[in-house]
């Protein structure tokens, strides 16, 4: 997949002269948060629903067998429930490269389900579009939990993705009925392992 959003999402200038910048995260930046932050408060946004709906080709997938990710996709009067990080500007280049496999900056409202003030803030998140060269849109849940139970990429297994990711929310107390089904839909884990292995001698006879 060639394109790369990278250029794009630093040609953002919304936030220029902000010396903090709060992001969401709705994906892995739930449960792994690989960067410095100020702050983190569980958030969501409204008008959103989160999807399994983009083609990850360079983490948790290759560009032969990708995999599949979360975008945000717009629906009237859902809510998206995630984290959100109060972050220094530097902290966006980095992420700006790990996301460019089709993944643009858009500026949103956050609303915080914590009793801190304020109780909501402008901030940023990554986003996926449908006119993305990686976006692989809706599929029948069963095929999308097939294909991410089958895809693996430089960053691991792509189940460990939909896992963790459903582990998070519900840590969080979030009710994600199209994470929450997929990873039921998760076929068992394929071992290799043969766990009644036969006496060399008798693998060795014809
Ligand atoms: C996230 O919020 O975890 C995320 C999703 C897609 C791209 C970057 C971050």
Redesign the pocket.
Same mark, same amino acid.
Request: glycine fraction near 16%; charged fraction near 10%; charge should be neutral.
């Given at each position: 997949m060639t394109l790369d959003t990278t250029h794009r999402n630093r040609q953002m200038t919304h936030f220029d002269g902000h010396d903090e910048i709060w992001l969401?995260? +709705?994906?892995?930046?739930?449960w792994k948060a690989d960067f410095p932050f100020l702050e983190r408060r569980p958030a969501h946004i409204q008008g959103w629903a989160r999807r399994f709906w983009q083609g990850s080709h360079d983490h948790r997938g290759t560009p032969e067998a990708p995999g599949r990710?979360?975008?945000l996709v717009r629906e009237p009067g859902a809510t998206c429930h995630?984290m959100a990080y109060r972050i220094t500007p530097e902290v966006l280049g980095p992420?700006d490269v790990?996301?460019k496999n089709g993944?643009l900056r858009e500026v949103i409202r956050l609303h915080f389900d914590d009793d801190a003030r304020p109780p909501s803030a402008e901030g940023l998140? +990554?986003?996926?579009t449908e006119d993305n060269a990686a976006f692989l849109g809706e599929a029948p849940l069963e095929a999308i939990a097939e294909q991410i139970a089958m895809a693996h990429g430089p960053s691991g297994p792509n189940r460990d993705y939909l896992v963790n990711l459903a582990q998070a929310l519900g840590e969080l107390g979030v009710d994600d009925p199209h994470v929450f089904a997929l990873a039921a839909r998760l076929p068992a884990r394929q071992d290799t392992r043969d766990p009644h292995p036969r006496p060399s001698s008798e693998t060795t006879r014809p």
């Open positions: 969401f995260g +709705y994906g892995s930046l739930i990710v979360v975008t995630g992420l790990r996301e993944y998140v +990554y986003l996926a």
